[in-house]
Nanobody, 121 residues
Framework: VHLVESGGGSAQSGGSLRLSCAPA????????MGWFRQKPGKERAWVAI???????QYSEAVKGRFTISQDNAKNTLYLQMDNLKPEDTAMYYC????????????????RGQGTQVTVSP
């Protein structure tokens, strides 16, 4: 599956962006999907994960500011990012099809090419 992310770009500190990823369809055996990000010079890290039951998990760095959701009708995964901070600047990647809430990038069967988010002070 070729995942395509969109919605990245530039924002000022305190601003908002919404990322989209398609196609993102839940499967019964691999119901977890989510977002990772990679900051310059850092390893890729998980940001938010959602499963087919709507249960979500967030990293401490984004909890309370980011919201992950999925639209079944559109087969699209979203990441609403509010109150952005300069430290949120990173390449953001969409992942789908893992059998559990995995913090490891390689646990997901499908991985996107990424979309850049840049937050200025």
């Amino acid at each position: 599956v070729h995942l395509v992310e969109s919605g990245g770009g530039s924002a000022q500190s305190g601003g908002s962006l919404r990322l989209s990823c398609a196609p993102a369809e839940f499967t019964s055996t691999e119901p977890c999907m989510g977002w990772f990000r990679q900051k310059p010079g850092k390893e890729r890290a998980w940001v938010a994960i959602i499963n087919g039951g709507g249960i979500t998990q967030y990293s401490e760095a984004v909890k309370g500011r980011f919201t992950i959701s999925q639209d079944n009708a559109k087969n699209t995964l979203y990441l609403q990012m509010d109150n952005l901070k300069p430290e949120d600047t990173a390449m953001y990647y969409c992942v789908t099809q893992a059998s559990f809430f995995a913090a490891s990038w390689t646990a997901y069967k499908n991985r996107g090419q990424g979309t850049q988010v840049t937050v200025s002070p």
